[in-house]
């Protein structure tokens, strides 16, 4: 059974960092993407970041680059996602999610973590 599981949330100042992970365990995911989602109240869900396991390939949304940088530790199962000079309008539910391809679409991500709670105070 695929489990995801996101941890590091918390409250930060604006101008702060964080620093999320996720925790993958109950299958092999090369050839697999990982990606950050979030969701602010009363928003939809937006795409941040992606990353390949094989490959280290990465994307982010425009609203984050330069910001945000996704990882992984392929020995850990483990991805990362660093949030530097967060800002108010940061504050969402950070959801992980796996997808079985390289360039997936967003429909295509097919297991998803709990979230995790990330504030950030002005």
């Known amino acids: 059974q695929v489990q995801l599981v996101e941890s590091g949330g918390g409250l930060v100042q604006a101008g702060g960092s964080l620093r999320l992970s996720c925790a993958a365990s109950g299958r092999t995911f090369s050839g697999y993407t990982m990606g950050w989602f979030r969701q602010a109240p009363g928003k939809e869900r937006e795409f941040v970041a992606r990353?390949?396991?094989?490959?280290?390939?990465?994307y982010y949304a425009d609203s984050v680059k330069g910001r945000f940088t996704i990882s992984r530790d392929n020995a850990k199962n483990t991805v990362y996602l660093q949030m530097n000079s967060l800002k108010a309008e940061d504050t969402a539910v950070y959801y992980c999610?796996?997808?079985?391809?390289?360039?997936?679409?967003?429909?295509?991500?097919?297991?998803w973590g709990q979230g995790t709670q990330v504030t950030v105070s002005s």
């Open positions: 990353i390949t396991w094989i490959g280290g390939n990465t």
């Open positions: 999610a796996a997808a079985p391809r390289i360039v997936p679409r967003n429909y295509e991500y097919g297991y």
